[in-house]
Structures are given as C-alpha cells and as structure tokens.
C-alpha cells in the first residue's frame, strides 16, 4: 500500500502520510476520541485486538469493524462525517435486513464499518449489545485505549464470522486457525455467552469440532436468514428470493434495478465510479450483467434449495 496524503481535521493534526497498517491504528483511536467525547458505547470486534488475542492470525486488516450500541450511532456517524468521512454505497435493495454502515474518507486507506447488529447473534439488538459490551476490555491502538472484547467473546465472533460465508476461501481458512491455534474458552463460558446472543444455532458445527464432548444435537437450529448467508455462495440468490417475495407489480422494477443497477450502487465495488463518465458506469453495468448472467445456472439451483 503506497503512502497517501491526508488532511484528517480538527484536533487530529495536519496532512500525514499514511499507510494501511498505520491508518488501521490511527482509526480506532480516532473513533475511541470521539466515543470518549460523546459519551458513546463502541467496542472493536475483531482485526489488531483479536490478533493481539492469539484468536486471529497476523494478518493485516483492511477496516476497522465495531459495534455500537444503537443509540449511539448516528452521534458517531454525524462526528465522522464532521471529520470528512462518508457512508460507502452499497448494492443493498431489500434482499435481506443491513447489518452495518460502511464510512470511508477520500484520502483514508481503511474504512471504519460500524455494526447495530452482528449475524449469528439471533437475539435482539439490544440483548447482544449487552452481552458482548459486558464482555469489553481495554488495549491500546493508535497510541490511545481503547476498547476490544474477551478471549470468550472475540472466538465466538471470529467463529460466526468464519461461518457466515463458508465458502469463502479467507473464510475456510480463518476456521481452521480458529479451531488448530486460537485458545478454545472454557465450554461453560462459551455456552453461556452464545446462550446470551442467541448463536447456539449458528455456531452449531463450529461448537462440534471444537468441543466433540459436546453432544451438538441437543443445540437449537439456526434461523433460516443464517442458514440463506452461510451456504448461499452465489450474491444473486438473495435478489431471487426478495423477487419471490414481492408483489407482483412491483417485481418488474426490482428486476430492473437488479439488471441495470443505478452509479451508486455500482460504486459499491468501485467508489470511483461515483464520479466516472457516464460510458464508464455503463460499462460497469454490461460487466456485471454479464458476471451474473454467467453464474445464474448455479445461482437459481442455489435459490431452488434456499426456498
């Protein structure tokens, strides 16, 4: 990653060079200023504080993830956005309930994802924000404290994680450091956290081969919105089955949105086409027809199993 130049604001200095292991860094303890001044309730998830953990590999990470209680969000977004920072686009059309708001900084070589909710944890906002904010604990990054979660708590994220998109090969290989290096929580603790978020059911094959003196047929089934995320492999599934879902009368245009897709939400994938000619966004929309119409044989056997 080359060095960017970046004028951040306020209190947090003038232009500085920057590059993605420093911005990692730098973001937590931006985010931590401006949760500490505003009385705002944010814990990390994963990245530098699970690694720190022995729960995740080294490897770098290109976002800061963080939950936040959900009163406290859009205080943290409007203090970012005072910062210079913007909501990414997203491909998001109704297909299934959003889980998070991505921001990005022009100039700023890591995005700070900010959860309401985590997938896998089955319960209420609310109650899953409890459990893992009770969970917290205090690094550093960046020079500063801020908060990460417990061993407990940080596996059973990393696990849920690892689970939802199964077939992902970064995925597959996150399990397997999970289950042969990362410390495995004593089961009462474990038990008793995925009891409190609701995760039983989704950390059910993650639970057998990490603890096999558990008897796994006694956990509870996942939901099935866990069970369309982690073995759908093909994105155009989800915008199959929201299609099924809708009225008749307003299929056609949902369809049509799916086809041609507006600059937004193609900026999704390329946050420079947010401002690129109009023949550049069309031919991102002839390319990503032609990607989906290319897998739409194993998408639609995907959406007949998903049904």
């Given at each position: 990653m080359g060095k960017l130049n970046l004028h951040i604001g306020h209190e947090w200095g003038d232009s500085v060079d920057l590059r993605l292991r420093e911005a990692i860094q730098l973001s937590a303890a931006l985010v931590f200023d401006l949760a500490e001044r505003r009385g705002l309730?944010?814990?990390i998830l994963k990245g530098p504080p699970a690694t720190e953990l022995g729960v995740r590999s080294e490897r770098p990470s290109s976002d800061?993830?963080?939950?936040?209680?959900r009163d406290d969000i859009a205080p943290l977004i409007d203090g970012l956005e005072d910062l210079g920072w913007l909501e990414?686009?997203?491909?998001?059309?109704g297909e299934h309930p959003l889980h998070s708001v991505t921001l990005y900084h022009p100039n700023w070589p890591a995005d700070i994802d900010i959860h309401h909710s985590y997938p896998g944890c089955e319960v209420g906002q609310l109650a899953a924000f409890d459990a893992l904010w009770a969970r917290r604990r205090p690094t550093v990054m960046g020079e500063r404290t801020v908060l990460g979660l417990d061993v407990t708590a940080t596996v059973l994220v990393q696990a849920l994680h690892a689970l939802r998109e199964a077939h992902k090969t970064s995925n597959i290989a996150e399990l397997d450091y999970l289950l042969t290096h990362a410390p495995v929580p004593a089961w009462a603790d474990f038990e008793s956290l995925a009891r409190q978020t609701g995760s039983l059911g989704p950390l059910r094959s993650f639970i057998k081969e990490a603890y096999p003196e558990v008897d796994h047929h006694l956990l509870p089934a996942p939901g099935d919105s866990w069970r369309q995320r982690?073995?759908?492999?093909?994105p155009g599934v989800f915008r199959l089955l929201h299609l099924q879902s809708l009225p008749w009368k307003d299929r056609p245009k949902y369809a049509l949105r799916?086809?041609?897709?507006?600059?937004?939400?193609?900026?999704?994938?390329?946050?420079?086409?947010?401002?690129?000619?109009?023949?550049?966004?069309?031919a991102a929309r002839l390319s990503r027809l032609l990607h989906f119409l290319k897998r739409l044989p194993r998408a639609v056997r995907q959406w007949r199993n998903a049904r």
């Open positions: 309730r944010a814990v800061i993830d963080l939950l936040v209680d990414r686009p997203t491909t998001h059309d982690s073995e759908v492999s093909e799916g086809l041609f897709p507006q600059r937004e939400q193609l900026a999704a994938s390329d946050i420079t086409l947010l401002n690129a000619p109009a023949g550049r966004v069309w």
